[in-house]
């Protein structure tokens, strides 16, 4: 696999910006991605990098570091439906984007 | 919005029962997965496919099979179901980033 390790419970309120860590295997690294799950209902496709920096995509910027082995997700101006479990997930060693390792998934629950 | 199906959406049977799940996309994807995942908890890959003819066990394929005769069609079988089984089976497609399917709820008794 690709050791993949995040965090597994995250609390924040409303309207505040919480930062969900990734750190991964870095050799034969070939991109990262995030999705969002909320309970009982698949994963959604919201981020991938493959250059280091920063990428927004309005409330949400995904961060890598591939010398670090480590990206985070970033969400802003938190909402109450941004409560869901954040996966992050890199493609096998050196293949084509094929298989995904995803992490345990981080649950963020947002509260009022 | 990814075109991707998945049928039924919920099942319940009993211990000892063959069944088949259902997975089928329109996007032309070559690339089809089935995970399994249990509530809170992480996915775990059960099966893949790189394309027609192609597939590949994952991490957790024990007593499942999978067949792939055309692209777009990707289905699971349980030869004998057991309440070990009992879980959420999703489906997934893509091209660089995964599509995934509403989800099989699966309980055997």
């Known amino acids: 696999g690709q050791n993949i390790d995040q965090p597994t419970e995250m609390t924040a309120t409303e309207g505040a910006i919480v930062q969900i860590n990734c750190t991964y295997q870095?050799?034969?690294?070939?991109?990262l991605f995030w999705y969002q799950q909320h309970a009982g209902e698949a994963p959604t496709f919201l981020s991938y990098?493959?250059?280091?920096g920063l990428e927004e995509k309005g409330r949400f910027s995904s961060f890598l570091s591939r010398s670090k082995g480590y990206s985070y997700l970033l969400l802003k101006e938190l909402q109450m439906k941004d409560s869901a479990s954040y996966l992050c997930?890199?493609?096998?060693?050196?293949?084509?984007?094929?298989?995904?390792?995803f992490g345990r998934g981080t649950q963020l629950t947002v509260w009022p | 919005e990814a075109d991707i199906y998945q049928t039924p959406r919920y099942l319940v049977i009993g211990t000892g029962k063959k069944i088949t799940l259902e997975c089928s996309q329109t996007?032309?994807?070559?690339?089809m997965y089935w995970y399994q995942q249990d509530p809170g908890m992480e996915l775990h890959l059960i099966h893949y496919?790189?394309?027609?003819?192609?597939?590949e066990k994952g991490d957790l394929s024990s007593e499942s099979t999978v067949s792939r005769i055309r692209t777009e069609h990707f289905p699971l079988t349980l030869e004998s179901a057991r309440p070990s089984h009992t879980s959420q089976y999703l489906c997934?497609?893509?091209?660089?980033?995964?599509?995934f399917g509403p989800g099989t709820r699966l309980t055997v008794t």
């Open positions: 997934a497609s893509s091209l660089g980033e995964q599509y």
């Open positions: 870095t050799s034969g690294f070939n991109g």
């Open positions: 990098n493959v250059l280091d």
């Open positions: 997930a890199a493609p096998d060693r050196g293949s084509t984007l094929g298989r995904l390792y």
């Open positions: 996007m032309g994807h070559d690339k």
């Open positions: 496919s790189y394309g027609v003819n192609s597939t």
